[in-house]
């Protein structure tokens, strides 16, 4: 009986997530409207987001005609794509550019539907799935870092891979074999190989994305569901209908981006913001390149590895996995104006610490 309920308990929290009798062309698209007021600019950050994984997509399978996922071969093709073929350059580096630009705009996303108050009832499927997006892409940045085997890439993967391991150590009981399980299944040999470069190279171009594509999929459903949330405390100045009036400037703005992205990665190559030289292959024997980083992504919680305990880090990353996760049940009775304050140290945090991380960790540590 006790089980009966907590089904039914369960049945009533989904059917009011995925109203079926809303699952129609009118109710999600034609009757649709989005809310105009002074943060209306966070509804088109999802879409950019959108927008930049599906270049991703794209250029993705094109880089897949030529790519070759060997320790022998992959530098080899990825040179190869950059030197000869046509249009291969621009392709790949349209994939770096816009690697980075998914990932900051998933963030820019995540904060201001924090900001916003989106996470609320009924969209807290929409909160959850979305923060199991952000990590997938995260995880697409590091699996794709690996993938050109060069000096560099191979190296900053070994220091991630390691400080994974190192998590077993304050980990309870049989808890503590996990990190070295998740080693074992994703380096797959002792040290990174050939079983690591196949098994990321697996993970970038097919788990990763049909969980993307999954998650996504439930994620959008959700939202076009629920339409926007109202997003500010004040009624809204006016509603503009979604389609065509919204979806027309989602898409004027995404082809506008593209042109940027386009004139970017036409003229500056990304290697060029890269502390080394990223088309050096690997050499087994070659030296470890002193203060190697992982890409700007992963600062926020790079330097603070360097500069505090490891278990600080541990503890506080776990701790904000699980706030991310239930910030709908959490924050549920907090009001926009705290939620706003909140992001906007969320924010300057990221922002200083991505900037200026290496100036604050010479300072902390003259070393380095
Ligand atoms: C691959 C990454 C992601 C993509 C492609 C994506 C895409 C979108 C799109 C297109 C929308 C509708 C337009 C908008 O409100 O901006 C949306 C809404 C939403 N997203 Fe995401 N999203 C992603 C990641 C995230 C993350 C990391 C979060 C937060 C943890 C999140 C939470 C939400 C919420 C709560 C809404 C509803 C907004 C509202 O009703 O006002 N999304 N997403």
Same mark, same amino acid.
């Given at each position: ?44 950050? $999802?879409? %950019?987001? #959108? &927008? ?6 794209? @250029? +993705?399978? *094109? =880089? ?65 799935? $979305?923060? %199991?997006? #952000? &990590? ?6 590091? @699996? +794709?870092? *690996? =993938? ?67 998650? %996504?999929? #439930? ?150």
């Amino acid at each position: 009986m006790k089980n009966g309920t907590a089904f039914g308990a369960l049945a009533h929290f989904l059917q009011e997530r995925f109203p079926v009798d809303k699952m129609n062309f009118h109710s999600m698209v034609e009757k649709k409207e989005v809310p105009v007021h002074s943060m209306s600019w966070g509804y088109y950050t $999802g879409g %950019l987001t #959108l &927008f930049f994984f599906i270049i991703q997509v794209v @250029t +993705g399978l *094109l =880089l897949l005609f030529y790519y070759q996922p060997t320790v022998s071969d992959a530098y080899a093709s990825v040179e190869y794509i950059t030197k000869y073929v046509t249009g291969g350059a621009l392709i790949r580096n349209i994939h770096s550019w816009s690697s980075s630009c998914m990932i900051l705009f998933a963030m820019i996303h995540m904060i201001t539907a924090f900001a916003m108050k989106a996470f609320e009832k009924p969209r807290e499927i929409t909160w959850i799935a $979305g923060v %199991l997006l #952000l &990590f997938i892409t995260f995880t697409f940045g590091f @699996t +794709g870092y *690996l =993938l050109p085997w060069n000096q560099i890439a191979v190296n900053a993967s070994k220091v991630g891979l390691q400080s994974v391991e190192a998590a077993g150590q304050y980990l309870p009981g049989q808890l503590s074999q996990l990190p070295r399980m998740a080693i074992e299944t994703f380096q797959g040999e002792a040290s990174v190989g050939q079983s690591t470069l196949g098994r990321f190279y697996a993970m970038h171009v097919v788990l990763l994305p049909m969980a993307i594509a999954a998650l %996504l999929g #439930l994620h959008l459903l959700s939202v076009q569901l629920h339409g926007m949330s109202q997003g500010v405390d004040e009624p809204p100045r006016k509603v503009e209908k979604f389609f065509p009036v919204f979806f027309f400037k989602d898409v004027s703005l995404w082809s506008a981006v593209f042109l940027i992205l386009f004139v970017i990665a036409s003229t500056v190559p990304f290697d060029s913001f890269l502390p080394f030289p990223l088309l050096e292959p690997y050499n087994a024997m070659g030296s470890t390149p002193p203060g190697i980083k992982p890409e700007w992504y992963f600062y926020f919680v790079y330097y603070p590895l360097e500069m505090l305990p490891f278990w600080v880090i541990l503890l506080a990353s776990n701790i904000a996995v699980v706030v991310l996760l239930l910030t709908p049940w959490i924050f549920r009775g907090t009001s926009r104006r705290t939620l706003r304050y909140i992001s906007l140290a969320a924010s300057a945090y990221l922002v200083v610490i991505t900037l200026f991380g290496q100036d604050i960790l010479h300072m902390v540590k003259p070393g380095f």
